[in-house]
């Protein structure tokens, strides 16, 4: 079994944890249209949660979010809300627990979008169930369809090397996967994180006009949405983290005493007392080996 699919099983109980009683007593699956939106939804599949939009001319979904879950669900939700067709399935990033499964979308004629380090990795591996993307996106890509503008961005490394900020410039929201937690710290040990790009690329999505933010999980009781805090919020964390990290490496600390670290700032947040120790070895490696 790989350790992105290992990661992504994790991430599931973890995510599932946050969100609490109330949320796990909710039924699997769920379709929720955004506030203030006619036409943009989130279909919530267990811990995993993506965005499609419904416009006249078809319809746009991303990720799958099968993590080797059939897609029968999602296909399911979206044809409650339209019967015009699936055009576009865009990947978030190359992580198989969000872009595994797509097939029967492809099945139906959708297009797949993924960013270009994205579609290189699926070549490489060659998973059975993720479906090479069609179309890639270097830096920007601009979708129209049916009076509905999506601009999908390339922000640089950070959760991965091939993150998309998906945004809607009408409506300011931005759908963007497991980088931007919803009051929570990063997952486990960051092994799948680019330090210290993640806080460029935070400010790059911060400098960007919008709103409302959909994660690729939802928060604690649930939560499905957040705000411009949560983008200020988490760079404001890997600052603290960073900022602490290079002191107690600075003072010749070990791993040891640099997992005594605390930051009472962020002890409410989703992951503190499990993730926290992890984050800081992962910073811990960037400041005192350079990796």
């Known amino acids: 079994m790989s350790r992105v699919h290992l990661a992504g099983m994790a991430a599931v109980c973890v995510t599932a944890a946050l969100m609490g009683t109330a949320q796990a007593q909710q039924p699997p699956t769920a379709t929720t249209k955004v506030d203030g939106t006619d036409n943009v939804y989130i279909f919530r599949y267990m811990g995993h949660q993506s965005m499609f939009i419904v416009t006249p001319d078809g319809v746009i979904a991303t ?77 920007q890509k601009i979708l129209e369809l049916g009076g509905t503008t999506l601009v999908l961005d390339y922000v640089g490394k950070n959760h991965s090397d091939s993150t998309l900020v998906m945004r809607l410039p009408k409506e300011k929201i931005i759908f963007t996967v497991d980088w931007i937690p919803l009051q929570a710290v990063q997952f486990r040990g960051m092994a799948d994180t680019y330090v210290p790009d993640i806080e460029e690329s935070l400010k790059k999505v911060i400098a960007m006009d919008w ?79 350079g990796i």
């Open 63 to 139: 990720d799958p979010i099968s993590e080797r879950r059939p897609a029968k669900p999602y296909i399911d939700a979206i044809q409650a809300v339209s019967k015009a067709p699936i055009k576009y399935v865009i990947y978030s990033h190359i992580h198989f627990d969000h872009i595994a499964g797509g097939k029967p979308f492809k099945d139906m004629g959708a297009t797949f979008i993924a960013q270009t380090n994205a579609k290189a990795r699926i070549a490489q591996l060659k998973p059975d169930d993720v479906v090479m993307p069609d179309q890639t996106v270097d830096t």
């Open 211 to 289: 709103t409302t933010l959909i994660p690729g999980h939802p928060g604690p009781g649930g939560r499905q949405t957040g705000g411009r805090e949560e983008a200020t919020n988490q760079l404001a964390y890997l600052q603290d983290l960073s900022a602490a990290v290079k002191k107690a490496v600075s003072e010749g600390k070990g791993y040891d005493a640099a997992r005594e670290i605390k930051l009472p700032k962020y002890e409410s947040w989703g992951g503190y007392a499990a993730f926290l120790p992890m984050n800081i070895e992962r910073y811990f490696d960037y400041w005192n080996r």
